[in-house]
Nanobody, 121 residues
């Protein structure tokens, strides 16, 4: 009923930049926090950055000063600008959103398909 679609992943050299985008669609009554997670083989999925509906952002220590998260509530999108990329940033990046599909419905967690980011020379 609710879909999140990521785009913008790819191969980039160390020190380069990428911009990830995520668009939400479907039966959305309201959407609160949105965020980006990443996962590498053999490790747990970790939070990279999150942003509230009011624009308050949080970042993992490993990306502070390099990544910037933003959102457009009207367009139901969230973006992640990634600068000064390092090989350690290589992972599948997933978009996440907390969504209510109705006034009387609980908040549910939704995930995108994931987009690969590879940082290598």
């Amino acid at each position: 009923q609710v879909q999140l679609v990521e785009s913008g992943g790819g191969l980039v050299q160390p020190g380069g930049s990428l911009r990830l985008s995520c668009a939400a669609s479907g039966s959305i009554f309201s959407m609160s926090a949105m965020g980006w997670y990443r996962q590498v083989p053999g490790k747990q999925r970790e939070l990279v950055a999150s942003i509230t509906s009011g624009g308050v952002a949080k970042y993992a220590d490993s990306v502070k000063g390099r990544f910037t998260i933003s959102r457009d509530n009207a367009k139901k999108t969230v973006n992640l600008q990634m600068n000064s990329l390092k090989p350690e940033d290589t992972a599948v990046y997933y978009c996440n959103a907390l969504v209510k599909v109705g006034l009387l419905k609980p908040v549910d967690d939704y995930w995108g398909q994931g987009t690969q980011v590879t940082v290598s020379s």
